[in-house]
């Protein structure tokens, strides 16, 4: 082979995909021509097609579509809105407003999917090897505990007492399970958690929009790591729509707090500083309404 060939070999083996082929005037997407995809799939089925291979059953991809949209906005209470709201006012642009945001969908905020999923399958794998579904849910969840500490994902809700989006979620697995469309053994074992933690603490516990699409995944068949990009993906439209909302306003340089809101201070008291010492200043005497009595004031 000679050096062109060499360069024309390493150009085409530099990335290697099964998502998309291109030439001049021809676009194929797992195969399709992407002109007989425009117009005849949803967006939910796209999703499925490029993350999954193929194209799903208008079931599947209606219950899709159902926990994309349930997890599309919870207000600036949330930190990402919060924080693409923000961007916005300190002269950042849309995408710029967006990668903020998405940037703290970790662990604990957006990422609670993917760890009910893991959760879920833990139980799963104990009910195949023969526990009763009760004694398989009490087993995963004190492993949880004991692996992550008392936190468990897709359960309760700071601010909800029952989230509106998940019992509606659950109604439609458990109604697509009565049709065939999937098993509905998910559904099963998220209530079965709901029920155990309800009798443990004594109250209700019930699942969040985080156990539920978890849910809805895992019925569908998609890898865990998998549920926080989809999450990401239907949390995106919200923060789209809040930092363009944010960015009609004009407002500049917002922060987390109205400006009349000080936080706790907890550090070292008013103090000089002496050139040539260290550790401890001399401490001053503090005018009333100053110092610790201002963070008193912002405690009330």
């Known amino acids: 082979m000679n050096g062109q060939e060499d360069l024309a070999g390493a150009c085409r083996n530099w990335w290697r995909t099964g998502i998309i082929t291109m030439r001049p005037g021809e676009i194929r997407i797992r195969g399709y021509p992407v002109e007989q995809l425009v117009g005849r799939l949803s967006f939910a089925e796209m999703v499925w097609l490029v993350t999954r291979g193929e194209v799903p059953e208008a079931a599947k991809a209606r219950l899709l579509e159902a926990a994309l949209v349930a997890a599309v906005d919870h207000g600036p209470q949330a930190p990402s809105i919060a924080i693409a709201r923000m961007a916005v006012t300190c002269g950042v642009p849309l995408n710029g407003a967006m990668a903020s945001a998405v940037g703290v969908l970790g662990d604990v905020h957006g990422g609670a999917a993917e760890q009910a999923m893991e959760l879920y399958a833990g139980i799963a794998a104990g009910i195949a090897a023969g526990r009763p579904l009760e004694a398989a849910a009490a087993a995963a969840v004190a492993d949880w505990q004991r692996d ?114 000080f936080w706790v201070y907890d550090g070292p008291p008013p103090r000089d500083y002496v050139p040539g010492t260290t550790g401890a200043g001399e401490g001053v005497e503090e005018p009333p309404g100053s110092g610790s009595e201002r963070d008193e004031e912002a405690r009330r």
């Open 148 to 261: 992550h500490g008392r936190y468990l994902p897709g359960f309760g809700h700071r601010f909800h007492p029952v989230d509106p989006r998940a019992p509606r979620l659950l109604d439609l697995v458990e109604e697509a399970a009565r049709e065939g469309v999937v098993e509905g053994g998910t559904a099963t074992i998220a209530r079965a958690v709901e029920a155990f933690l309800g009798r443990r603490r004594g109250r209700p516990v019930p699942l969040n929009i985080d156990g539920a699409v978890a849910v809805v995944f895992t019925e569908l068949g998609f890898p865990p790591p998998l549920a926080r990009g989809l999450f990401c993906l239907s949390r995106s439209l919200g923060i789209l729509a809040h930092a363009f909302e944010q960015m009609q306003a004009g407002e500049r340089n917002k922060g987390p707090t109205p400006p009349q809101c």
